[in-house]
């Protein structure tokens, strides 16, 4: 039995898939397996998985259709029997520290580990690879387009852990999803990933907060290195679904983790900020603009007046 299971996620990922394999091909295959679960890749990602797949600790599962990251990823753990499973997105290449990952999370009451993200320039992507989990104030300032108009305010500093010293090992509560270790303990322990969450965002947050809620630590570890490209996926989606499949589940998150009346004031403040988007979104898009963040205006104010719908126990099968 392998002591990290590396579960990589793909969706029309052909582009990306061949390097992040590569970058994993020099561990040792006793003691780290590689699952790909592919969801209904349309390109010539699992073609790409195929040639290599003459290594023993690599496998693939090939999905039909595309379930979700959230239950991609659920699959891909119950389809292993490793205690520690490393979430790796296709767009980020391992450089190192997989066992300084993996010793760490082997701490008593450690949960969840992420590590040290740069771009393709080497430089950290302070702000992005460990986060505190949002407030609802955090999500209000974000929607409002507030964080990227004054990204040095205390919410947004706060919420995106700007004071985080990048060299330093550091208790975190929301490490990127995009490189994060996490124990087959702490998973179960809390159902799982939430499969409401789909196709994609804020599965990691949802997690990373019930973990933390479960009494687990979660770590931040500069030793564990990946370069990270970002968005391959998504920013392949076109508007429309890219922008009802982020505010979708920010709703759905806000929905599970605050009251009522924080609910609906991020409700108002999507429906608001999505007003304003529609017009500086004109120039690019013209009237498609409209058509795209109408209907998020929609959707939030019809959720407005909806009571939350509040989850309880565990998340999925598992």
């Not at 429906?271 to 998020?296: C, H, N, T």
Request: glycine residues 8%; aromatic residues 10%; hydrophobic residues 45%.
């Amino acid at each position: 039995m392998p002591r990290v299971e590396i579960v990589v996620v793909t969706h029309n990922s052909a582009a990306e898939i061949g390097r992040c394999l590569d970058a994993l091909a020099g561990l040792s295959e006793s003691e780290v397996g590689i699952l790909i679960v592919d969801n209904a890749s349309a390109d010539s990602t699992t073609e790409e998985v195929a040639v290599r797949q003459s290594r023993a600790n690599l496998r693939l599962l090939a999905n039909p259709e595309n379930v979700g990251f959230a239950a991609a990823l659920n699959q891909g753990v119950r389809a292993s029997t490793a205690p520690l499973i490393l979430s790796l997105n296709p767009d980020a290449l391992l450089v190192r520290g997989l066992d300084a990952m993996a010793d760490c999370l082997e701490l008593p009451g450690t949960g969840a580990v992420g590590g040290l993200l740069t771009g393709e320039d080497g430089i950290p992507q302070t702000g992005f690879m460990a986060r505190n989990l949002p407030t609802p104030a955090a999500l209000v300032f974000e929607v409002l387009g507030i964080n990227r108009l004054w990204p040095r305010n205390l919410v947004n500093w706060h919420y995106r852990c700007l004071a985080l010293d990048p060299m330093n090992v550091s208790l975190v509560e929301q490490p990127a999803g995009a490189f994060l270790m996490f124990s087959r303990t702490a998973w179960e322990t809390v159902g799982g990933f939430d499969e409401r969450f789909r196709p994609v965002w804020f599965e990691d947050v949802d997690f990373c907060a019930r973990i933390k809620a479960a009494g687990f630590r979660i770590f931040y570890h500069p030793s564990a290195v990946a370069s990270h490209a970002g968005s391959h996926s998504v920013g392949a989606l076109p508007l429309e679904n890219r922008e009802r499949y982020w505010y979708g589940s920010l709703l759905k998150y806000a929905a599970k983790h605050y009251s009522s009346t924080a609910f609906r004031t991020i409700c108002l403040a999507v429906a608001a900020g999505a007003f304003f988007r529609a017009f500086l979104g004109f120039p690019r898009y013209k009237w498609r603009s409209f058509a795209v963040y109408g209907g998020i205006v929609g959707l939030a104010l019809s959720r407005t007046f909806q009571a939350p719908v509040k989850y309880s126990g565990k998340c999925c099968l598992i």
